[in-house]
C-alpha cells in the first residue's frame, strides 16, 4: 500500500517548560534540530490551532485541548488570584488560539506585577508582535533578553533580531545569519551554498530558525528560511516541499521565492524516486548534511496507567497517541506498546478523518488520518499515525470531510513491509461521541 499519507500529532499536555517557541508549562519540546517531516507536522498542528471552526473545518483535537485548558485557569482566575505562572501559561494559550487580543490583556496587567518573570515578558513580547505592533514587541522582548535563562537567551536574542528585522523589511526573506544562500559564482544554485557563506551560518542554524517556526508557526517567512537552510545543507528534496509550503499553503508571492522555487523543485523531481513500501526510512535519502537530534519536536508520551481494561465482547477506545507510541527500527519492522497488542483482533472504536485512496465518493476502503491533510507536499508522512480501514465485502460509505468515528476489528502488521501497520476490518462509520 501506498505510505504517502500523514496524520499530525495530538499535543499531550506534560509538566515541564517549553524549550523553544512560546513559553507554555502543557507544551515539552525535543532537542532542535527535529527531523523535516516531524517538525513539518507539529508546526501544522500548532498553526491549526489558531483556526476558528467553522461547520466546514471543525475545530481541531489540539484546538480543542487549548480551549479547555484556557478555561480552567479562566474558572481559576474568578476563584483566587493566579500565580505569575499561572498568567503566562493563560497568555500563551491565548496566542495559540489566535486570541491575541486577550492575551495582551491579562498579560499586561500582569505584567505590572510581576515585571521580571521570564516566561511572562517573553509571552507578552510574542503576543505584542502577533498583535502587529512591532515596536512594543522589541521592547518586551529586550526585556526577555534581559531575563532569560541561558538555555533560552538564544532563541530570545534571535527573536529580538527577527522582530527588529520585521520593523524594516518589506516582506522579503529575513537575513537572521546574515548569509546569502548563493554558490561560489555568486549565483542561486539548488543545494549549493559557497564554503565563505557556510562558514557564516551559526552552528545551531537550523534549530534556532525550527524554533522561532514553532512559536510562531503561521510565519511564511520563517518557513521560506528553513527551506534556504535545508538547501544549503543539501537537501533539496525537503527545501523544495517546505518552498512549495510558502506558495501554495501561505500564499507568498515574492518573486525570490518563486524563483528559487522553481529551480529547486526542478532539481528535487530530478532526483532517484524511492519506491513506493520502501523499506529505508524517509529521512535517510537526499537527507544533506543536518544533524537532526530528534525525530520530530513536540514530545508525546502516552501514560497507560489510566487505559481501561481490555473488553473481548465490546467495542475498546483507541487512542491516537497509542498508535503512536510504536516505534519502528532502520530496518522498518515496527515495535508495538503492550496495550496496543492485547487489542490486536479486538473491536476498537477511533476518531479522525477520512482520506480517500482514489477519486471516488463512495468508499470501500480509506485511510484513516487523526487530522485532516491539506499540503502533501508539506505534511510528510508519518505511517505510525495512520490506520487502512477496510469495510465489510461490498458495502461502501459516502466520503465526509468533516469528524468521523470508525467501529471496526483492529489487525496489527509487523511482517509485511509492503502493508500499513495498523488496519480496521468489517468498519463501520458510526456517529462522533
Known sequence: MHRAFCVCLVLLAV???AE?????????FAELPAQWRGFLLDQRTLRNIAQKPTPQNPASPARLRYEEEAAKLEKQSRERAL???EIADLGALYVRLGETGKALTVLRQAERRHPNHFRLIANLGTAWQLHGDLTQAALALEQAVRLAPGKFLQAEQFHLKLVRLRMKNSGGLDDLFGVRFQNDKGDYEPGKLADAEAKKLPVKAVAVAQQLALWLPADGLLLWQLAELANAHGDVKNAAAMLDGCVLQFQMNHAELRRHRQL???AADELPKTAVGAKEPHETKH?????FRSKRPLISKLDTTPLPPISDTGVNALPWDLL???????KFRPTFARYLRELDGKQVSLTGFMQPLRDDLELGSFLFLEYPVGCWYCEMPDTTQIVFVELPLGKTTAYQRGLVRIVGRLSLNDTDPEDFFFAMREARVAGVD
Open 15 to 17: 509538566r515541564q517548560s
Open 287 to 291: 537527507a544533506g548534511t543536518i544533524a
Open 324 to 330: 503512536g507510541e510504536t516505534a519502528v527500527d532502520a
Open 20 to 28: 523553544a517557541g512560546l513559553y507554555y508549562s502543557g507544551e515539552n
Open 264 to 266: 529547486v523543485r526542478a
Open 83 to 85: 500565580t505569575a505562572d
